[in-house]
Nanobody, 119 residues
Framework: LQLQASGAGSVQPGGSLRLSCVVS????????VGWVRQAPGKEREKIAC???????YYSDFVKGRFTISRDNAKNTVYLELNSLKSEDTAVYFC??????????????WGKGTLVTVSS
Protein backbone atom coordinates (compact mmCIF):
# COMPACT_ATOMS: atom_id res chain seq x y z
CA LEU A 1 0.00 0.00 0.00
CA GLN A 2 1.16 3.51 -0.74
CA LEU A 3 -0.50 6.74 0.29
CA GLN A 4 0.07 10.20 -1.14
CA ALA A 5 -1.36 13.27 0.53
CA SER A 6 -1.77 16.57 -1.29
CA GLY A 7 -3.54 19.89 -0.90
CA ALA A 8 -0.93 21.87 1.00
CA GLY A 9 -1.63 25.53 1.36
CA SER A 10 -1.53 28.72 3.33
CA VAL A 11 -4.83 30.30 4.37
CA GLN A 12 -6.08 32.99 6.69
CA PRO A 13 -7.95 32.15 9.89
CA GLY A 14 -11.50 31.19 9.05
CA GLY A 15 -10.47 29.87 5.66
CA SER A 16 -10.87 26.43 4.13
CA LEU A 17 -8.76 23.81 2.41
CA ARG A 18 -9.34 20.34 1.03
CA LEU A 19 -6.70 17.67 1.43
CA SER A 20 -6.61 14.55 -0.71
CA CYS A 21 -5.05 11.16 -0.03
CA VAL A 22 -4.59 8.84 -2.99
CA VAL A 23 -4.14 5.20 -2.05
CA SER A 24 -2.37 2.92 -4.50
CA UNK A 25 -1.29 -0.68 -4.56
CA UNK A 26 -4.62 -2.21 -3.60
CA UNK A 27 -8.26 -1.18 -4.02
CA UNK A 28 -9.34 1.32 -1.41
CA UNK A 29 -12.70 -0.36 -0.83
CA UNK A 30 -11.56 -2.66 1.99
CA UNK A 31 -9.54 -0.19 4.01
CA UNK A 32 -10.05 2.38 6.70
CA VAL A 33 -8.04 5.56 6.17
CA GLY A 34 -7.33 8.28 8.66
CA TRP A 35 -5.71 11.67 8.95
CA VAL A 36 -3.15 12.59 11.56
CA ARG A 37 -1.36 15.89 12.02
CA GLN A 38 1.81 17.08 13.66
CA ALA A 39 2.29 20.70 14.64
CA PRO A 40 5.77 22.14 15.17
CA GLY A 41 7.21 20.93 18.45
CA LYS A 42 4.20 18.75 19.22
CA GLU A 43 3.36 15.07 18.99
CA ARG A 44 1.22 13.62 16.26
CA GLU A 45 -2.50 13.72 16.95
CA LYS A 46 -5.32 11.84 15.28
CA ILE A 47 -7.87 13.97 13.46
CA ALA A 48 -10.37 11.72 11.74
CA CYS A 49 -10.81 8.28 10.26
CA UNK A 50 -13.27 6.73 7.86
CA UNK A 51 -13.95 3.00 7.89
CA UNK A 52 -14.27 0.81 4.82
CA UNK A 53 -18.03 1.10 5.23
CA UNK A 54 -17.94 4.89 5.29
CA UNK A 55 -18.38 5.48 9.03
CA UNK A 56 -16.50 8.61 10.06
CA TYR A 57 -14.86 9.24 13.41
CA TYR A 58 -13.49 12.58 14.59
CA SER A 59 -11.39 13.89 17.41
CA ASP A 60 -13.30 16.36 19.55
CA PHE A 61 -11.18 19.33 18.56
CA VAL A 62 -12.21 19.12 14.89
CA LYS A 63 -15.84 18.07 15.16
CA GLY A 64 -18.05 20.38 13.15
CA ARG A 65 -15.09 21.93 11.33
CA PHE A 66 -13.44 19.06 9.44
CA THR A 67 -15.14 16.46 7.27
CA ILE A 68 -13.62 13.19 6.07
CA SER A 69 -15.00 11.42 3.02
CA ARG A 70 -13.97 8.78 0.53
CA ASP A 71 -14.35 8.08 -3.17
CA ASN A 72 -13.47 4.44 -3.70
CA ALA A 73 -13.72 4.77 -7.46
CA LYS A 74 -10.89 7.30 -7.33
CA ASN A 75 -8.99 5.48 -4.56
CA THR A 76 -9.03 8.77 -2.71
CA VAL A 77 -9.90 9.95 0.79
CA TYR A 78 -10.55 13.63 1.42
CA LEU A 79 -10.32 15.87 4.44
CA GLU A 80 -12.26 19.11 4.19
CA LEU A 81 -10.91 21.72 6.58
CA ASN A 82 -13.21 24.61 7.44
CA SER A 83 -13.12 27.46 9.95
CA LEU A 84 -9.38 27.05 10.19
CA LYS A 85 -7.54 28.40 13.20
CA SER A 86 -3.87 29.25 13.67
CA GLU A 87 -3.54 26.19 15.91
CA ASP A 88 -4.48 24.00 12.93
CA THR A 89 -1.11 24.79 11.40
CA ALA A 90 0.63 21.44 11.01
CA VAL A 91 1.85 18.79 8.65
CA TYR A 92 -1.08 16.55 7.81
CA PHE A 93 -0.57 12.85 7.10
CA CYS A 94 -2.92 10.20 5.81
CA UNK A 95 -2.51 6.65 7.02
CA UNK A 96 -4.11 3.23 7.10
CA UNK A 97 -3.84 0.10 9.20
CA UNK A 98 -4.50 -2.15 6.21
CA UNK A 99 -7.83 -3.17 7.70
CA UNK A 100 -11.39 -1.95 7.37
CA UNK A 101 -11.80 -0.52 10.86
CA UNK A 102 -10.48 2.61 12.50
CA UNK A 103 -9.53 1.43 15.98
CA UNK A 104 -6.31 -0.37 15.00
CA UNK A 105 -2.95 1.45 14.90
CA UNK A 106 -1.85 2.85 11.56
CA UNK A 107 0.89 0.88 9.83
CA UNK A 108 1.12 2.57 6.44
CA TRP A 109 1.82 6.27 6.18
CA GLY A 110 1.99 8.76 3.38
CA LYS A 111 4.28 11.76 3.29
CA GLY A 112 2.76 14.79 4.90
CA THR A 113 1.31 17.91 3.40
CA LEU A 114 1.75 21.28 5.11
CA VAL A 115 -1.19 23.43 6.15
CA THR A 116 -0.39 26.93 7.38
CA VAL A 117 -3.05 29.15 8.92
CA SER A 118 -1.89 32.70 9.41
CA SER A 119 -3.10 36.24 8.98
Amino acid sequence: LQLQASGAGSVQPGGSLRLSCVVSGLPLDDYAVGWVRQAPGKEREKIACISHGGIAYYSDFVKGRFTISRDNAKNTVYLELNSLKSEDTAVYFCATNGRGVCYLPYTYWGKGTLVTVSS
